[in-house]
């Protein structure tokens, strides 16, 4: 059975406050209609800090795209590979173990992918499979842990190195004036997670079943519109209700696992916002704790797109309470509005 180890995170050295985040905003757009409204919305994330890989006034101006697409290589192959260094640490690994390098990232474009460089620079083999995925947004944590499920259950022996790298500051837009524009400035963050799926041995969540969801006719609620400034994000008041329609999707898998949704031992969800996770405690029936970790990662580091779901795991690590045989749900949000989810029990490598 799949086994996903230990993730290993990294934030980047720049940290902005709620408080400064508001202050920002009341600066910025002190004659904006609804800024009363978009304080309040952005006080009530929850997020109370976030990490920038460049400071906060390099973030507010806009060199153009060609630049921000040079800051996104140079910073990511300074960065990246120290986390897969420690990710492969963690699963007792070397780099020419690995088959499949699954890498996501949905703030960022480069081609060939970061994975090619990684090949190349890190000692993976020559014959190592590449999967870049760069259009699920937060929801492809969930889609590479996935991927990697399927491909060690195609190939039992195969070893799968997941990577998110996601610099959201890079997607920062002055001109964007709308509501979900300026509350996704004191939401989103910047991170890097690494974790590796071992077909064989290792500690962490072995992998049972994954499935994903759409709901129907949403694709325009999260979105990018690509222009010549780069991405810009667009986001539908509507998301933060989604949980309704998701949780039954939540159970249905569970369901069909023979399990109960909402009588598992840990849950590890993509943090979008706090109601999301508010709604989810109240739809499967269980109680706000369950979704500690998702919490921390949303309070301490904001939404860090696809490094959530990888960022939560980590802290269910580093607070030693799983016991073999527990079980658990994972699961990431995005656009779609998709669901990824996987189920599994926690094992330790004997």
Known sequence: MAVLCKPAIAVPEYVITQDETLELARRLHKDHAQLRLVLRLIEHTGVLTRRLIQPIDKVLKHPGLDARSTVYEQESKARVPSVVRRALDEAE???QQIDLIVYVSCTGFMMPSLTAWLINTMGFRTDTRQMPIAQL???????AINRAHDFCTAYPDANVLV???EFCSLCYQPTDLGVGSLLS????????AAAVVRGRGGTG???ERNGSYLIPHT?????YAVRSTGFHFQLDKRVPGTMEPLAPALR???LQHEWDAGKLD???VHAGGPRILDDLSRFLDVPPEAFRFSRATLTEYGNIASAVVLDALARMFDEGCAGDGHRGLLAGFGPGITAEIALGSWTTDS
């Open 266 to 268: 840990f849950y590890l």
């Open 137 to 143: 947004g937060c929801a492809a944590g969930g889609a």
């Open 93 to 95: 690994l070397e780099p």
């Open 219 to 223: 694709e325009d609620w999260i979105s």
């Open 205 to 207: 969540v072995s992998l």
């Open 163 to 165: 990577v998110a790298c």
């Open 252 to 254: 249905e898998l569970a």
């Open 185 to 192: 400035n004191g939401l989103f963050g910047d991170a890097i």
